[in-house]
């Protein structure tokens, strides 16, 4: 289905057809609810916020045992809320607390491999350019340089990539040009 169907299939029902079926997808699906609450918030939902965390968090740090580190599911709850928010800080926020959780596995457990680094690597650049390209340095910049700070000890060369991204992108060395 595309959207030219989508969008034929809407012009044939009434506003009252389209308000149950909005509801009725509301109580349904999560997304669907999340998406409405993000826009209802004005963008920004804390709440939701806190559950796209809960599952990067559990990812890291479960409430029981050791955390499995599946990051394709982290970065997918990352997507999922870039995908249902509209608000330019909550998106920022949420892929920094996905590189956070990262060094705070990696200070919790010790040095990791290759693969993950270059996983929190290429969130926090992605995440770096968002808040430049959206002038919101003032909100991160701080943060960020925490981020990197808190990886000094690390190795893989992990300390020096952010270092190198941070200082592009923050200390005018970088266009801060986006991809997103």
Not at 12 to 28: C, H, N, P, V
């Given at each position: 289905m595309k959207i030219k169907d989508l969008k034929q299939y809407l012009d044939t029902r009434s506003r009252e057809q389209l308000i149950a079926e909005i509801g009725d997808m509301f109580t349904?699906?999560?997304s669907v609810k999340d998406y409405y609450q993000s826009k209802m918030k004005?963008?920004?939902?804390?709440?939701?916020?806190?559950k796209y965390k809960a599952v990067i968090k559990h990812?890291?740090?479960?409430?029981?045992?050791?955390?499995?580190?599946?990051?394709?599911?982290?970065r997918k709850a990352v997507s999922d809320y870039k995908k249902i928010s509209a608000?330019?800080?909550?998106?920022?926020?949420?892929m920094l607390y996905y590189v956070e959780m990262g060094v705070q596995f990696t200070?919790?457990?010790?040095?990791?491999?290759?693969?993950?680094?270059?996983?929190?690597?290429s969130m926090y650049e992605r995440a770096v350019k968002y808040i430049v390209q959206h002038r919101m340095?003032?909100?991160?910049?701080?943060?960020?340089?925490?981020?990197?700070?808190?990886?000094?000890?690390?190795?893989w060369g992990f300390h020096d990539q952010l270092s190198y991204i941070y200082e592009g992108h923050f200390k005018g060395e970088s266009s801060g040009d986006s991809e997103t």
């Amino acid at each position: 289905m595309k959207i030219k169907d989508l969008k034929q299939y809407l012009d044939t029902r009434s506003r009252e057809q389209l308000i149950a079926e909005i509801g009725d997808m509301f109580t349904k699906l999560d997304s669907v609810k999340d998406y409405y609450q993000s826009k209802m918030k004005l963008g920004y939902s804390a709440e939701v916020s806190e559950k796209y965390k809960a599952v990067i968090k559990h990812e890291f740090f479960p409430a029981r045992g050791f955390g499995r580190t599946q990051l394709s599911v982290a970065r997918k709850a990352v997507s999922d809320y870039k995908k249902i928010s509209a608000s330019k800080f909550g998106v920022a926020d949420m892929m920094l607390y996905y590189v956070e959780m990262g060094v705070q596995f990696t200070d919790t457990y010790g040095d990791i491999d290759e693969p993950f680094y270059n996983s929190m690597e290429s969130m926090y650049e992605r995440a770096v350019k968002y808040i430049v390209q959206h002038r919101m340095q003032g909100q991160f910049e701080e943060r960020c340089r925490r981020i990197v700070a808190d990886t000094a000890e690390m190795g893989w060369g992990f300390h020096d990539q952010l270092s190198y991204i941070y200082e592009g992108h923050f200390k005018g060395e970088s266009s801060g040009d986006s991809e997103t």
